[in-house]
């Protein structure tokens, strides 16, 4: 089971961005989805996660401003992230849980400027 995050960058406050984890050796239409993320000198902590049935929770930072969503078909999950602010500087990771086990992306670095 393969990871592939993509579509972090730098933007300004305020700005959005639109993450992208696509899935490969596993179907994600089986699995429990999330995103983390890691700052600098921080821990990784929980952003959001999505079940198999399509039911979403997010960490109070992420609450109206982060959406996850999903694409059995093409295998992929998103993280569309609205109004960043400087303190959503991290590395994004995106996780897959299954009956097989848990598996990891690469992280994909998103850097906020004011």
């Known amino acids: 089971v393969q990871l592939q995050a993509s579509g972090g960058g730098s933007v300004q406050a305020g700005g959005s961005l639109r993450l992208s984890c696509a899935a490969s050796?596993?179907?994600?239409?089986?699995?429990?989805l999330s995103w983390y993320r890691q700052a600098p000198a921080k821990q990784r902590e929980w952003v959001v996660g999505?079940?198999?049935?399509?039911?979403?929770n997010y960490a109070d930072f992420a609450k109206g401003r982060f959406t996850i969503s999903r694409d059995n078909v093409k295998n992929t999950v998103y993280l569309q992230m609205n109004s960043l602010n400087n303190e959503d500087t991290a590395v994004y990771y995106c996780?897959?849980?299954?009956?097989?086990?848990?598996?990891w992306g690469q992280g994909t670095q998103v850097t906020i400027s004011s």
């Open positions: 996780n897959m849980r299954n009956f097989r086990g848990d598996f």
């Open positions: 999505i079940s198999s049935g399509g039911v979403t």
């Open positions: 050796g596993s179907s994600i239409s089986i699995a429990t």
